[in-house]
Structure formats: structure tokens, C-alpha cells
């Protein structure tokens, strides 16, 4: 076998470790890190006989690189090197490297903090930053300072940066390799954006095999792209060349089959970024890019977690497009622009800023760890989602008022499952319902059984089903339904693997399928949901979410129900699967967080201060009882509430009070040494507690508004000063030369308007207040807007005249308006 390009920096690998506590090994795909690395160091001296543990993202990986690994010591898996993956182990008492997927290396550290019997754990492909990585590393390196000096960590990255992690291990030493790979022709072929995804690789395969020679692999975002892809891509080719799946709930055997060598035909690989790194598929010199992943994002608003189809970062189209040169020169056909690709983010983000974060959070309780910032983390988890984290973790009775682990959170940190359904399996098992819970937890962690059903149902009880036909009648059963054989086979597989966690009976029995809603609950108790009303499939989850069901899902319209999926887009979420609940096992098995408490409140559809008993789970009222009456004080709050809601305009506001608080924001503005308050509509709402709750005995409806003395209330904002200077500095009336006493008008940040007959004003300049005149005809029709009255006389008044005069005879339109007398008369009424 020709030398891999690892091995020319295994001696100073060898060296950093006998003389540091870690070490950074870069290295890019292909150069043989994952299977020489652990082989070379397995007689290291300070090893001293003690095993290996690395750490692969995946486990397909872990199973490949433990098969290649053995295959290259002339063993079988399970003697030198083995593998533990979810579910499924390859170990026995020789076995001195242990390939594990990421959570089992966090499970072994809660059951052993010493690491007993390990000298070195190796961090595989750490770029692509999984949540379980992280925390795996940074209790790996709690243990290292704390509990065992001696123990070895070695980091190994394609693309991360070596610096930073080095930074994290103390300034470990980086070891780089420069790796080997044959050159790749990247070839940019921009497709319609609005397009098909399958489509267009099927397409764009098809044409790569007919200008490239050796086999290919398409890179899809999901299972779902690469089944239609298949389809059409058989449609077009049909026995010519083999066509394989690759994704992660595919059965190992079919897996195994996209990954080792073919037959003598050409070969073509569907796959999600499973097979970006780690794995080398022999033969590939053709890769086709689709451009995207889908990746898990937690919204620590809603609480809710949503696969979302994502560009992938310029790292991963790197790699990508690297395995077609990992034998021999190859060819890329990326499906986007080189303008897309200048644009793509350089590498994806760590996972633990996107994750939900209650399992991670479950495990540092665990660890005995309550403050994050204790432990050494390459990004810290963000405050947000931990704080969600805490919230649902209370919730599930796993931590307590506190923060600390109970006894319930103990127990469901030994389960391997998300917390949700870690409780839900703690509490079943307890109620005589763990066989069935099983159930239920396999359907929620496992591919949808019905995932391939267009117009699959909502309801979970469907599902149920479709397992328990596989189970009874196989494939034909299964079939009829719809569902998919191969989903049902993994689901029935966990489920069974749940029961031995739980050490349930072989014999299986079947509880009621109407208690799937009260298993669910345990699962989701934030996502227990009352219909709105009878009709709309329209609910209020207990987290105060909205949710809806889809139109034709009459079957499921039930007035209390769970949702175990649903829709973290929208407002009003889409539900995707849930189940019925009896009202009276969501009161039995949860009492302690019914609560019960006399409220008072603002109702707003009825617009009324109710005086309420109420029962309530959540933001979920389960019964109420209308009270005599209350604490005037807790009515009076309430109806500021109401106030609030309804808006400030909805006080009995009459155009003479719009007015005063205009006059003193006028005033504020012009003569801010007097202090006047703020009577804005903002600052007023603000301060409604203070300026109007005196004025509200016996105010508990909107239409008893009308009785507040508004006008007493906002008076009583101002000291008696402040009210003598308003009436002097913004007067609401004014006398004009004519003798006549007029009405100004006020708006904030403007001047003050007063609306005058052009006659009254004969003589005068009108300095002394800065008013805007609007000047009238003796119509009363605005005919001149001026500050300026001199000028007014001066420049514009004989215009004004030419044209008015003919039309109003009788009024005054002297030649000389400086000197002539101001009047409200006309010139008959003078005489």
C-alpha cells in the first residue's frame, strides 16, 4: 500500500504527545488521519497500556474507520479495535482502540470521570464542531486538570483553526500536515434558483458521466432529494450504472454498499455531508454539488427546534469538492455562480450556537456544573438557549427551583435520549406504560414512519399503526398503509433497545393507544393545547404559543391536545404530528403545575376587569369561576392594563383638553427651565399609574370610560406655578388690535395659529407673540399664512386687495392699511 501523507509527521506526533498534555493535528481529508493515527500511537511508551478513544461525528464513520483499522492489523472488529455506536457495540477484552460516536463518549464520562483505563482520547474531525464534541472536549478537559493529570487529548481538524484550539488546550503544539490530493477541475454551472433541486443534479449528472470518466458522487441536502434524484436518475440510466443512497438512517448494509468498492459498472453516489469527511469512497473522480445542508436551528423564543435547508460554507464546498481528487485528478460541477461562491460564509457555525441546548444542559448538572463559564469552551453556549434550556428542564422535574439535578433528572441523564423523552420514558415506566412509551419514543427520535406518505396525517395514533402492522404482518401490512418498511424496521429496532434500557419484560403488551396524548405530555408539557373553539382546528399551547392544525384534519379536532412537531416559523405554528389528551390525566398526573389563584384581569375580547378563580397549566386556563369582587387596587391595575391595551386615545378626550396638552408640550419645549411634565400620549400611557389610577373608583368597563374627569386628572399633573405660567406663556386666547379675543391653536414643535380676519389686523405688526397668522377673507377663507405681518403690508397687501375688494365691497380695503383703523365691521356697520 503506498504511503500515506499522515505518516511523514508521525515521528513529531509521537514526540509532542510523549512530552505534552495535547496536541493539534491538522490535516486535510484524505491524508490518513483517521485510521494511522490511533494504529501508530498504540504502542507509544506513555500509553503504558492503556487504551485509545477516538471520537468520530458519525456513525458510519466510526464503523468504517474501525473496520479499516482492523483490516489493517490482519484482525476482525472487536479484538485490537472496536467500535460502541448507538445501539450497537464491536468490543471485547482486547480491544485497546475504541471508536466511539460523540454522545457515547459523554455518557461513558458521567459514568467514569477519570477516564479509568484510557491514556489518550483523539477528537476527529473537530471542524465540524458538533454540540456533543464540544461538550465531550470540555469535559474532557475538566477531567485533565482536575482528576487525571496523565491523560492525552489529541485534536484532529481539516479546516478548523489550529490556533484557536490550540489557544484552548493551553497553547498546545499544532502538527500539520500538508496531506495529498490530485487536482480538481471546478466547473460553476448557475441553475434556476426557483427550480427542483432533483431535477437538476439528476440532470447535471447525467451530463458530468458523459464528459468525466470514473465514478460519481452527488452531494443533496436530505433523504427525501436523494430518493427522487434516484428515481429519475434510474428512469434515465436504468441497469447502466448502480445508484446509491447514502444518509444516515439508511441500514448499515446499505451503507456499506455506497461506500466500498463496485463492480466492474460505473458507480453514482446520492449523499447528504455525511460523506464529506472521514470516509473515502473509492473510485469517485466526479462530484456533483448541490450546494446545500440541512442543519438542525433551536429558536430559544418558541422553544422549538427546525431543520433548515442552508448554503454550505466555502469549507465545505471545499471539501466537497476534494473528493474527486482523492485517487486521481477529477472534476466538480458546483450548481451556483462563482458570484454565490464569493459570497458563501467561510465556515458553518459550531452547532452549539444554533442547538437546543436542555441536553447539554441536563449534562453539566450532571457534571455538577452550574456555572458554563467554569469549563473551557471554544464558543460558549449562548445565555439565550441556556436559559431556555433551564426553563424546560424545571418543567420536566429534572432540575429543581434551584437549578439543582433531582432525583427524576438523575435518572434521565442514564437514558441516551433528548430530555423530553428521557422524562417521558422515567414516568411511563412508572405508570405501567413503558412498553408503549417505547413506542413513542422510537416514532419521535427515528425517521417518520409515514415520512414518504404526501398527505401523511397529524395523528400520532397513525403512526402507531403503521409499526404495529410491520410488526404483525411485515412488509405487506406495512405497505397498505402507505408507510415506509425501512423506517418502521429502525423504529421497531429502538424500540427494543428502549426496553432493554428500561429492563421491560419480553412478553410485550399494548396499553391503550388514548394514552399516547398523556405520554406526549410528559414529553411536552409546554406543547399541551386547548382549542380556541369547535370548529377552526385552532389552539393555545401552554407555552402561550399559537397552533394550528391543517384544514383537513377533522379527525384530530379534539379540545385538548399534544403537539410533538409543529411549525416554529409562524405566530401560529402548523402542527405536523400530535395526539388527543384527556383533560383528566393532564389534571391527574399534573397536578403540582396546575395552579390555581384568584385573578384579575383585563379580558380583552370582552373589554372588562374580570374577577376570576382560575385553574390554569401554563398560559392554558382549565376552568374558571367568576368572584364577587376584589382589592380595589388589583381592579384599579387591571384596568390600567386595559388602558394600555386599548391605547391612550381611547380616554374621553374632548378637542379643548387635546388642546391644553398641546399648550404644555409647546411650553416644555419653548421654557424647559420651567419643568413642565412630559403629557405626551407615549408618557402618559407610561405613567398611568401615577396620574390616573386615583381617578378610576368603580371604572371596570370600557364604556364606563366616559365617567373619568379626564380633565381633573391631567390638571393635577401640574403644580399651581406651572399652571399660572401655561395660561401666560400659551394662552388659549388672544386679543387681536381689533378688540376681538381669538382662539389659538397649539401643536408640538410648531407655532401657535391664530386664524383672523385680514381687516382686524389694520396698524398692526404683531411682534409680540410668535404666532402664525392665518390671515381670512371676510369669507373667513384662508388667504395669506405669515409670521411676517410687516411684510405682509409692505409687499403682498395690495395684490390681495386688487383681488378682493370687487368681490367684497362692503368691507374695508383701505388704500393705506398702516394707518387705518383695525375693524370687525364692514364699512355700512361703521358708519
Known amino acids: 500500500m503506498a504511503a500515506l501523507p499522515i505518516e511523514e509527521v508521525l515521528p513529531e506526533l509521537r514526540a509532542q504527545l510523549a512530552s505534552r498534555r495535547a496536541v493539534v493535528l491538522q490535516a486535510p481529508p484524505g491524508a490518513g488521519k483517521t485510521t494511522m493515527v490511533p494504529l501508530a500511537l498504540l504502542d507509544a511508551p506513555w500509553l503504558a497500556g492503556r487504551s485509545i478513544v477516538i471520537l468520530e461525528p458519525r456513525r458510519l464513520a466510526a464503523r468504517a474507520a474501525a473496520m479499516r483499522m482492523s483490516q489493517l492489523r490482519g484482525e476482525g472488529v472487536g479484538e485490537t479495535v472496536g467500535y460502541r455506536i448507538r445501539f450497537e457495540s464491536k468490543v471485547s477484552a482486547r480491544t485497546r482502540i475504541e471508536v466511539l460516536t460523540e454522545g457515547i463518549l459523554t455518557r461513558r464520562l458521567q459514568g467514569d470521570p477519570e477516564l479509568k483505563g484510557v491514556g489518550l482520547v483523539i477528537f476527529d474531525e473537530f471542524h465540524e464542531r458538533h454540540l456533543h464534541a464540544d461538550l465531550a472536549l470540555a469535559l474532557c478537559l475538566d477531567c485533565q486538570r482536575g482528576l487525571r ?11 478548523l483553526d489550529g490556533a484557536a484550539i490550540s489557544r484552548l ?13 490530485y487536482p480538481v477541475d471546478i466547473r460553476y454551472q448557475p441553475r434556476d434558483p426557483q427550480g427542483s433541486l432533483p431535477p437538476i443534479v ?50 448499515w448494509e446499505a451503507q456499506d454498499r455506497a461506500i466500498r468498492p463496485g463492480s466492474t459498472r460505473r458507480k453514482i453516489v446520492l449523499a447528504t455531508p455525511i460523506a464529506e469527511t472521514s470516509l473515502t ?41 476534494g473528493r474527486a481528487g482523492r485517487t486521481a485528478p477529477g472534476v466538480c460541477y458546483r450548481l451556483w455562480g ?28 450532571a457534571w455538577g456544573v452550574s456555572d458554563v463559564n467554569s469549563l473551557s469552551w471554544l464558543d460558549p453556549p449562548p445565555a439565550p438557549a441556556l436559559a431556555q434550556a433551564r426553563k424546560l428542564l424545571t418543567e420536566l422535574d429534572a432540575l429543581d427551583a434551584e437549578g439543582r439535578l433531582t432525583d427524576a433528572g438523575q435518572a434521565m441523564v442514564a437514558l441516551p435520549l433528548h430530555p423530553r423523552l428521557a422524562h417521558m420514558l422515567y414516568y411511563a415506566r412508572t405508570l405501567g406504560m413503558g412498553d408503549l412509551a417505547c413506542d413513542v419514543a422510537a416514532l419521535l427520535s427515528e425517521r417518520d414512519v409515514l415520512a414518504s406518505n404526501a398527505r401523511r396525517s397529524v395523528d400520532f395514533g397513525a403512526r402507531l399503526d403503521a409499526l404495529r402492522a410491520f410488526r404483525d404482518r411485515g412488509r405487506a401490512g406495512v405497505q397498505a398503509l402507505g408507510a415506509d418498511v425501512n423506517a418502521c424496521q429502525r423504529v421497531s429496532q429502538a424500540a427494543d433497545q428502549y426496553r432493554r434500557l428500561l429492563r421491560l419484560a ?14 406526549l405530555a410528559f414529553a411536552y408539557p409546554d406543547r399541551v393545547a386547548l382549542a380556541r373553539d369547535k370548529s377552526s382546528g385552532r389552539y393555545l399551547l401552554a407555552s402561550g404559543r399559537g397552533a394550528r392544525l391543517r384544514e383537513d384534519e377533522m379527525r384530530l379536532r379534539a379540545p385538548c391536545i399534544v403537539a410533538a412537531s409543529l411549525d416554529a416559523r409562524e405566530e401560529e405554528g402548523l402542527i405536523y404530528l400530535a395526539a388527543p389528551l384527556d383533560e383528566a390525566d393532564l389534571r391527574r398526573h399534573f397536578a403540582g403545575h396546575i395552579r390555581v389563584e384568584d385573578r384579575v384581569r383585563w379580558d380583552s375580547p370582552k373589554q372588562v376587569v374580570v374577577v376570576q378563580r ?19 387596587e388589583r381592579v384599579r391595575n387591571a384596568m390600567l392594563e386595559g388602558i394600555r391595551r386599548l391605547g391612550i386615545e381611547a380616554l374621553p378626550w374632548s378637542p379643548e383638553l387635546r388642546q391644553w396638552q398641546a399648550r404644555v408640550l409647546c411650553l416644555r419645549e419653548w421654557c424647559s427651565e420651567e419643568g413642565l411634565p412630559d403629557v405626551s400620549d407615549a408618557a402618559l400611557l407610561e405613567s398611568l399609574e401615577q396620574w390616573l389610577a386615583p381617578f ?61 380676519k385680514l381687516q382686524e389686523m389694520f396698524g398692526s405688526a404683531w411682534g409680540r407673540v410668535p404666532v402664525t397668522l392665518h390671515l381670512l377673507s371676510p369669507a373667513r377663507r384662508p388667504i395669506q399664512v405669515t409670521q411676517d405681518l410687516r411684510g405682509f403690508w409692505d409687499r403682498t397687501y395690495s395684490e390681495v386687495k386688487k383681488e378682493l375688494k370687487g368681490r367684497y365691497p362692503k368691507h374695508p380695503w383701505p388704500d393705506d392699511p398702516w394707518n387705518a383703523p383695525p375693524t370687525r365691521r364692514t364699512q355700512r356697520a361703521g358708519r
Do not use: C
Open 149 to 159: 493529570e496523565d491523560l492525552k487529548i489529541l485534536v484532529m481538524s481539516a479546516t
Open 202 to 251: 439528476a440532470e447535471a449528472v447525467v451530463r458530468a458521466l458523459g464528459e468525466s470518466d470514473g465514478d460519481a458522487l452527488a452531494f443533496l441536502p436530505g433523504a427525501w432529494e436523494i430518493r427522487r434524484t434516484q428515481e429519475l436518475l434510474q428512469e434515465r440510466l436504468g441497469d447502466a450504472v448502480d445508484i446509491l443512497p447514502l444518509y444516515g438512517d439508511l441500514p
Open 169 to 181: 488546550l493551553e497553547n498546545a503544539p499544532i502538527v500539520a500536515s500538508t496531506g495529498r490530493s
Open 338 to 365: 462563482e458570484s454565490t461562491q464569493r459570497g458563501l460564509v467561510p465556515q458553518s457555525a459550531p452547532e452549539i450556537r444554533t442547538a437546543d441546548l436542555a441536553p447539554l444542559t441536563l449534562e453539566l448538572s
Open 281 to 321: 469512497i473509492e473510485g469517485v473522480r466526479v462530484v456533483v454539488d448541490a450546494g446545500f445542508a440541512r442543519v438542525p436551528q433551536f429558536d430559544p423564543g418558541s422553544g422549538l427546534s427546525r431543520l433548515t435547508t442552508v448554503r454550505v460554507s466555502r469549507a465545505s464546498a471545499d471539501q466537497r469538492a
Open 696 to 756: 378610576l373608583d368603580g371604572i371596570t368597563r370600557r364604556d364606563h370610560l366616559a365617567r373619568i374627569n379626564l380633565a381633573a386628572a391631567l390638571n393635577a399633573l401640574l403644580e399651581w406655578k406651572q399652571a399660572r405660567r401655561l395660561d401666560e406663556g400659551a394662552p388659549t386666547h388672544i386679543e387681536v388690535p381689533s378688540g376681538s379675543r381669538l382662539r389659538l391653536e397649539y401643536a408640538p414643535g410648531q407655532s401657535p395659529v391664530l386664524a383672523v
Open 506 to 519: 419480553a412478553d410485550r403488551h399494548d396499553p391503550s393507544i388514548d394514552r399516547v396524548g398523556l405520554l
Open 614 to 632: 382560575e385553574e390554569s397549566f401554563g398560559a392554558l386556563i382549565l376552568d374558571s369561576k367568576p368572584l364577587p369582587k376584589a382589592e380595589p
